[in-house]
């Protein structure tokens, strides 16, 4: 029962900050990421793709584009939706469709005051829409919102700034990276996306630190995603035999999981 989603920006209000289009469905992706039987992915991931049609991480995507882009991904479905904030109440009304028939599935309303408590609720009832047994969900390691991402909504909109600067090139993503570690210095996927900037932008000599800050919140990141920075860090100390053998454990314990391979 493994399932694919594509997740797209959302329409946001005029009083709504620009980055929460992007970081909100982000955010829910990412938190789904702790289910193994669910391959999510966001906008902000297929920039090469969005690219091909002149679009950009940033963009509203149109509906059909949306269909088009997700068949090309072998996403079984997509979604997308709106945010809105009045009276000190976030709004976020989501449209989950299946990508074949382009039929909605369902469509869902949620509101908080509370934008984790938003990203928590999404993210479970996305994954029970799209099919994942109740017993699953019930079993499956699912820590909540504010542990996995920056646990403060500046330090996420510094990391959300980071991504989008970071899809769009050059070496404007560091800055927002360590702004959100100095903000939430507990925040794994922070550091594991800084030391990613560092060495894409020549300054390798820094990745070593952010691997080991990495390393050491590595409780916050999900599963699948643990071995990465154990594999960074022996690739940087020059240990090829440790760094084979956690890529050969990982693969043991999540073959379907591409990114052992």
């Given at each position: 029962?493994?399932?694919?989603?594509?997740?797209?920006?959302?329409?946001?209000?005029?009083?709504?900050e620009d980055w929460m289009s992007s970081g909100i469905p982000g955010s829910?992706?990412?938190?789904?990421?702790?289910?193994?039987?669910?391959?999510?992915?966001?906008?902000l991931e297929i920039e090469?793709?969005?690219?091909?049609?002149?679009?950009?991480?940033?963009?509203?995507?149109?509906?059909?584009l949306q269909r088009e882009i997700s068949k090309k991904e072998n996403k079984q479905f997509f979604l997308n939706g709106s945010i809105s904030y009045n009276n000190d109440v976030f709004t976020i009304k989501t449209k989950l469709y299946n990508t074949n028939s382009s039929k909605i599935v369902v469509e869902?309303?949620?509101e908080s005051e509370d934008i984790y408590e938003l990203i928590d609720n999404l993210s479970f009832a996305i994954r029970s829409d799209?099919?994942?047994?109740?017993?699953?969900?019930?079993?499956?390691?699912?820590?909540?919102?504010?542990?996995?991402?920056?646990?403060?909504i500046e330090s996420m909109k510094q990391y959300i700034q980071g991504l989008i600067k970071q899809g769009d090139g050059g070496g404007q993503a560091i800055p927002y990276f360590e702004k959100s570690v100095e903000i939430d210095e507990t925040?794994?996927?922070?550091?594991?996306?800084?030391?990613?900037?560092?060495?894409?932008?020549?300054?390798?000599?820094?990745?070593?630190?952010?691997?080991?800050?990495?390393l050491e919140y590595d409780y916050k990141l999900p599963e699948r995603m643990k071995f990465l920075p154990k594999i960074m860090l022996y690739w940087e100390t020059q240990e090829p035999e440790k760094m084979t053998k956690v890529a050969e454990m990982q693969i043991q314990l999540y073959p379907e999981n591409l990114i052992g391979y």
């Open positions: 029962f493994r399932k694919n989603i594509l997740i797209f920006n959302f329409d946001i209000d005029d009083n709504i829910i992706a990412y938190k789904m990421l702790q289910d193994i039987y669910v391959n999510s992915t966001h906008q090469s793709i969005l690219g091909d049609y002149n679009k950009s991480i940033s963009d509203i995507i149109p509906f059909s869902k309303i949620f799209i099919g994942i047994p109740e017993k699953h969900l019930d079993e499956n390691i699912d820590l909540p919102a504010i542990e996995v991402l920056p646990n403060s925040c794994a996927v922070c550091y594991f996306m800084l030391q990613n900037a560092y060495v894409m932008n020549n300054q390798g000599d820094k990745r070593l630190g952010a691997i080991k800050k990495a």
